[in-house]
T-cell receptor, first 110, second 112 residues
Framework: QKEVERDPGPLSVPEGAIVSLNCTYSNSAFQYFMWYRQYSRKGPELLMY????GNKEDGRFTAQVDKSSKYISLFIRDSQPSDSATYLC??????????FGKGTRLSVIA | GAGVSQSPRYKVAKRGQDVALRCDPISGHVSLFWYQQALGQGPEFLTYFQNEAQLDKSGLPSDRFFAERPEGSVSTLKIQRTQQEDSAVYLC??????????FGSGTRLTVV
């Protein structure tokens, strides 16, 4: 079992839709939970991070962590074509390198 | 510089050839990471430096892979006797903390 699994993709949604991206992880020692966005032929860029359980909101983006079920989510409201990218969840325990999920490719159609 | 710089952006190597990939991290970032990203996959950890010390090389797939950061700044990932399965994008990241990695655009290696 991989340490981080993501819900299958790719996803294609119309502009303005609410998008839900999800990952599960296996190691309860993980404390930091991140979402990275990766555009084609670019490196991943940090979108949001959460420490431990809870929600964090930043504009149209909301990150959610449920440590009891080892489930992490990213919600995108009012999705835009510019949101079209691959979204990667990543976790670590604080002093270890990030472990990434496989990534979900999102297409927002105008 | 403002970001992490990697060179070359693209590299085509013949099977058996040695390659060297360079990473210039953000000035002042003590932590530097190398990841390998196969097509359609997430980045997979290769190795990690804190300043010039290589603290973790558990992700290096074989002894053909070697990384160094001799002065605690620029890092080089070397792959000896390249094989087709080495074809991937090699990403370098630097960081000040546990989560805020800044990635370069990567080097796309194709072994033919």
């Amino acid at each position: 079992q991989k340490e981080v699994e993501r819900d299958p993709g790719p996803l294609s949604v119309p502009e303005g839709a609410i998008v839900s991206l999800n990952c599960t992880y296996s190691n309860s020692a993980f404390q930091y939970f991140m979402w990275y966005r990766q555009y084609s032929r670019k490196g991943p860029e940090l979108l949001m991070y959460t420490y431990s359980s809870g929600n964090k909101e930043d504009g149209r983006f909301t990150a959610q962590v449920d440590k009891s079920s080892k489930y992490i989510s990213l919600f995108i409201r009012d999705s835009q074509p510019s949101d079209s990218a691959t979204y990667l969840c990543a976790v670590n325990s604080g002093n270890t390198p990030l472990v990434f999920g496989k990534g979900t490719r999102l297409s927002v159609i105008a | 510089g403002a970001g992490v710089s990697q060179s070359p952006r693209y590299k085509v190597a013949k099977r058996g050839q040695d390659v060297a990939l360079r990473c210039d991290p953000i000035s002042g970032h003590v932590s530097l990471f190398w990841y390998q990203q196969a097509l359609g996959q997430g980045p997979e950890f290769l190795t990690y430096f804190q300043n010039e010390a290589q603290l973790d090389k558990s992700g290096l797939p074989s002894d053909r892979f070697f990384a160094e950061r001799p002065e605690g700044s620029v890092s080089t990932l070397k792959i000896q006797r390249t094989q087709q399965e080495d074809s991937a994008v090699y990403l370098c990241a630097s960081s000040l903390d546990y989560y805020g990695y800044t990635f370069g655009s990567g080097t796309r290696l194709t072994v033919v």
